[in-house]
């Protein structure tokens, strides 16, 4: 379950942020996660959630967006989204081109795990 570690990462890494930027509070964290990741939304969402209590980050609304796997493929050109191999008989995600089944592509989105963006709240000006 690679989702603590990547839950755990993520958390600490937008309050690290938030902080560094004189936050007092997290509102919003959007994060965008690639399908080849293998991240499960909810499990990932789930210990966040565990893992932000008693934060400024604990209120904070977190959006998940899912990018679909595009490819590009090496032997007929085919250019666009791809799904992983149904069969999942194997511990890695593999993508292939759904026009000609050639598991040799490039991968263009899919794989990403990244924080896009912060909202945060800071003191006011005039009371500090």
């Known amino acids: ?22 936050a007092i509070k997290i509102t919003q964290a959007v ?8 991240l ?3 499990q990932l969402r789930f210990m966040m959630d565990v893992i932000r209590e008693d934060t400024i980050f604990e209120d904070a609304e977190i959006i998940i967006n899912m990018i679909p ?14 799904k992983t191999d149904e069969n999942m008989d194997h511990l890695m995600a593999v993508a292939k081109c759904p026009k000609c089944d050639n ?5 263009i989105e899919g794989r990403e795990c990244s924080i896009k963006t912060i909202k945060i709240e800071k003191e006011d000006e005039e009371d500090a």
């Open 40 to 42: 499960n939304p909810e």
């Open 69 to 82: 796997i595009e490819i590009e493929c090496d032997k007929c050109g085919f250019k666009g989204k791809s």
């Open 31 to 38: 994060l965008d996660v690639g399908e080849l990741t293998m």
């Open 103 to 107: 598991t040799r592509i490039n991968i």
């Open 1 to 22: 379950m690679h989702e603590l570690a990547m839950a755990t990462s993520m958390v600490e890494a937008i309050i690290d942020t938030a902080e560094k930027n004189d």
